[in-house]
């Protein structure tokens, strides 16, 4: 059986002492209005630290033969975007058991994020082609309007069938 499974612990468990909060198949059913956003600097494991560019000087975006070799490094990439303030949840925990929470502040934040890598987002579709490494540009630049569309679209539960409660 297929699932989406999100875990929150530490600063972004709503939970006591930062105990896991698991949840399968989660789904935003609200979002705080769009006044009500908050501003988030996010940085993103798909473009490492240590990243290196072709010898000499980072490659043309329009390249796709660089060489990739020790050398200069590039920072992690790092994007401010807005958040919902507050989303209202529903989920299963791991007995099927219906949840439905709103989770506000880092919980939050966190629970977006995760989503978004359940939905095939990365903070890269948040970032301007200007703002990504030539390689992400390369490889990101055809698709990246169609991306940011689905990264911005702020999407809640429509579908046809129940959920958990």
Do not use: C
């Amino acid at each position: 059986i297929d699932n989406r499974i999100i875990i929150l612990r530490g600063d972004a468990s709503p939970l006591p002492e930062g105990r896991p909060f698991i949840l399968v198949n989660p789904n935003i059913l609200y979002r705080s209005s769009d006044d009500k956003m908050v501003l988030w600097r996010e940085n993103s494991l798909a473009v490492p630290q240590d990243i290196v560019w072709g010898e000499g000087e980072a490659p043309s975006a329009s390249d796709p033969t660089f060489v990739v070799a020790k050398g200069s490094r590039q920072q992690m990439l790092e994007v401010d975007l807005f958040r919902d303030a507050f989303v209202e949840i529903a989920a299963q925990d791991l007995t099927g058991k219906p949840i439905r929470k709103v989770l506000e502040g880092e919980p939050a934040r966190s629970f977006q994020q995760e989503l978004d890598h359940l939905n095939g987002i990365l903070l890269v579709d948040y970032a301007s082609l200007e703002e990504l490494p030539p390689v992400m540009v390369y490889l990101e630049g055809p698709f990246h309007a169609a991306r940011q569309k689905k990264a911005f679209a702020r999407a809640i539960y429509q579908g046809n069938s129940p959920l958990y409660y």
